[in-house]
């Protein structure tokens, strides 16, 4: 197994891994989509979770010539496994790892103690194991997921195939009597002998973009769409960097849910959704009435990247097949799926802002992505925070390029963004971990830590955090 994916492999292109990636017709298509497996409960007590997840290296088949390509996966499965639970259980996740670094489990967007978070300061070794336990709250209902967080080690340990899901379901769910469909996107990149390739000066600039976009770990497979003619799909961007920007030509899109669960009521008329990495979005998928197959496209994203590059192209996701699909006597959807408030007055304020720089020291082009000026340090707590008070975070983008923000330990609300003094408000109320801030935006967030603790805030374009755009903030 390769050691260095987080260095560069070159100074101003490709590296020779690079120059002999595999060609897209290297892995086989069209089979049907696969459901996703899940983390079997062994648990016989009501309102408990218990199960065990490790992390190690597992071979896999990805190429059509049957060469195997060594990735590391939980349980040995791509992507790792589904753990379902409903809002006010207990979790008990043991985690073994079996890689040959530390390594953790971040329970990305759930409200969980921050001793339980899975957060760099709590590695585990390699050979290690320890036991996660958290009780979830009511009214957390939503679309999350589970990746490593060790400082250094994280953008590899995804890349090689390290994230699985995790949804935590409502008591009283207004969309409970819908098909649901879960849709997990990832991408890969190999070498033309089945490798994982290195990084090149591009993906250490931009982040990791892999050649293969996967869906469920599948190469563009085949949708077989619900009879009834409608369907709700959880969506996950588990990628490293890669933005999506979903199209289905002859369906709409009616956006239901973001990561934190449902919307107070539907947003109808969709025709693609955004998605920057380490979102989630739940949506409601009506047949067309001329069904066919069509193919799911993310279409070019303009994020300001930087480097020597090919232009971005229309990628084929997958195909949905409506041939069977019926949509006939649909009822209309709930104009109201749940309450939420807004978080009342202001009593504190943070500021974050992201930038860049750019070294050739020594003859070796480096870069440094930071906050507020200063490269993550373990040692440093960047701002503190009082226990259940509401604070506006102002996220000020001053880099080239844009920056999907995620904090830990809560959800917020998206209350307006600024673009050269013209101020735009949130579309809708949600409750978000995630915020994509462009280049020259201010994007203003409203949320409220309540539970102590340390809690890291970063940019979830994992490379980008893996070279210094992370920091840390106190809830005392």
């Not at 036991?131 to 967080?149: E, N, S, V």
């Not at 953008?155 to 699985?164: P, Y």
């Not at 949804?167 to 819908?178: G, T």
Request: with cysteine.
């Amino acid at each position: 197994m390769m050691n260095n994916m987080g260095g560069m492999a070159g100074m101003g292109g490709m590296s020779s891994a690079a120059a002999a990636l595999a060609g897209l017709d290297r892995i086989g298509t069209g089979a049907s989509l696969a459901s996703l497996v899940k983390l079997t409960n062994t648990s016989q007590e009501a309102g408990v979770f218990r199960a065990t997840l490790r992390a190690a290296p597992v071979s896999v088949g990805l190429m059509k010539d049957g060469t195997k390509t060594d990735v590391w996966a939980y349980n040995a499965t791509l992507p790792g496994p589904l753990i379902e639970v409903m809002e006010g259980d207990t979790v008990e996740i043991e985690f073994i790892n079996d890689l040959p670094q530390p390594s953790t489990i971040h329970w990305h967007g759930l409200p969980v103690p921050s001793d339980q978070d899975g957060n760099p300061h709590d590695a585990v070794v390699a050979g290690g194991r320890r036991l996660y336990r958290f009780t979830l709250p009511l009214d957390c209902a939503g679309t999350y997921w589970y990746h490593p967080h060790p400082h250094g080690f994280t953008a590899e340990q995804v890349s090689r195939g390290l994230a699985g899901l995790f949804i935590v379901r409502a008591k009283n769910d207004p969309l409970a009597s819908i098909p649901e469909r879960h849709v997990v996107f990832s991408d890969i990149k190999l070498n033309s002998d089945g490798r994982i390739a290195d990084n090149d000066m591009n993906d250490v600039m931009n982040g990791r973009e892999g050649q293969f976009v996967l869906v469920n770990a599948q190469f563009q497979p085949v949708m077989s769409f619900d009879a009834r003619g409608r369907e709700r799909w959880r969506i996950w961007n588990a990628n490293s960097a890669r933005y999506l920007r979903l199209n289905l030509p002859g369906a709409v899109f009616t956006l239901v849910g973001t990561d934190g669960g449902l919307l107070q009521s539907p947003v109808t008329g969709m025709t693609e959704l955004l998605l920057a990495p380490a979102e989630r979005v739940e949506v409601i998928v009506d047949a067309p009435a001329n069904g066919g197959i069509v193919s799911l496209v993310t279409e070019p994203v303009e994020r300001g990247k930087m480097g020597a590059f090919a232009p971005d192209q229309a990628i084929t996701l997958m195909k949905v097949d409506f041939t069977n699909a019926r949509p006939k006597g649909l009822v209309a959807l709930p104009a109201r799926l749940r309450r939420i408030d807004d978080l009342g007055p202001v009593k504190a304020q943070k500021r974050v802002v992201f930038s860049e720089s750019m070294s050739m020291a020594g003859g070796m082009h480096s870069m440094k992505f930071l906050v507020n000026g200063k490269s993550f340090d373990m040692k440093r707590v960047d701002f503190v925070s009082n226990i259940n008070e509401v604070e506006m975070w102002e996220i000020v983008n001053k880099s080239d390029m844009d920056h999907p923000f995620h904090i830990h330990g809560t959800q917020f609300q998206v209350i307006e963004s600024e673009v050269d003094g013209k101020v735009t408000k949130g579309p809708y109320r949600a409750w978000r971990d995630m915020a994509n801030v462009k280049s020259g935006e201010i994007v203003r967030l409203k949320m409220v830590q309540s539970q102590k603790g340390l809690r890291m805030f970063h940019c979830h374009i994992l490379e980008h955090e893996n070279a210094g755009m992370m920091g840390q903030v106190k809830v005392v």
